[in-house]
């Protein structure tokens, strides 16, 4: 069975360009974010790596901390965070994981476990190495999205599906869809109109089942 959301995290050894650490011990309380790519050196995934390292002052602010992953060694990642900042005009301050042997990438359910590295591979022989997963303080998984190799993430959406996760995180409420920092949330199904307005105050009844309020601080 494959890493499901809900599922908590595998507290996996991780080798990095910052040292070595449980990953466990190093999301501690935080919310955390795995961003992970099939190679250095290839083109869509420095532009990633750029738009994470500008949205350095993002992540600090929601207190969460971001953590790359490529299926490359440490003394390759160290060359191509050069490339990376020259490009993006950003300190690329997150660690990076190694993963050559590829346990990480199988244990995240990103590759099959009969997956391997051939002589002279390129980024296609592990393009599903696409992934994004933000990890609540409770080390489970919280969302999983995983991009084709020829579609660059959009880093604000992970931006805005964080800010949403955090906002309903242990909360009877859910975001509607676009939803945007600041915006009405949706009242959940659990509680009634009466609940609702003693939890929450004014509610908005569109529908039987679809009530809205003001996104609680």
């Not at 990438?105 to 591979?121: I, N, V």
């Not at 489970?140 to 995983?146: A, D, L, P």
């Amino acid at each position: 069975m494959g890493l499901r959301i809900n599922d908590i995290v595998p507290n996996l050894e991780l080798t990095t360009d910052h040292g070595t650490f449980k990953f466990h011990d190093w999301i501690g309380d935080q919310w955390a974010i795995l961003f992970s790519h099939p190679k250095d050196f290839t083109p869509v995934c420095t532009t990633e790596f750029g738009a994470v390292s500008q949205l350095g002052a993002e992540w600090a602010k929601r207190g969460t901390k971001v953590i790359g992953l490529s299926v490359d060694s440490v003394e390759e990642h160290g060359k191509w965070k050069s490339d990376i900042e020259s490009f993006a005009s950003a300190k690329a301050e997150f660690p990076i994981i190694a993963d050559l042997d590829l346990t990480v990438s199988k244990a995240f359910d990103m590759l099959p476990a009969e997956a391997y590295l051939p002589d002279g591979r390129t980024a296609a022989d592990s393009a599903s190495v696409r992934s994004v997963f933000i990890i609540s303080p409770d080390k489970k998984v919280q969302v999983i999205m995983t991009y084709p190799m020829s579609v660059g993430r959009n880093f604000a959406e992970v931006l805005r599906a964080l800010d949403a996760l955090q906002a309903t995180f242990g909360q009877p409420i859910a975001t509607p869809a676009n939803w945007q920092h600041g915006q009405d949330v949706i009242v959940a199904l659990s509680l009634n109109d009466d609940q609702a307005r003693e939890k929450f105050g004014e509610i908005d009844v569109k529908l039987p089942y679809l009530r809205t309020t003001k996104q609680p601080s």
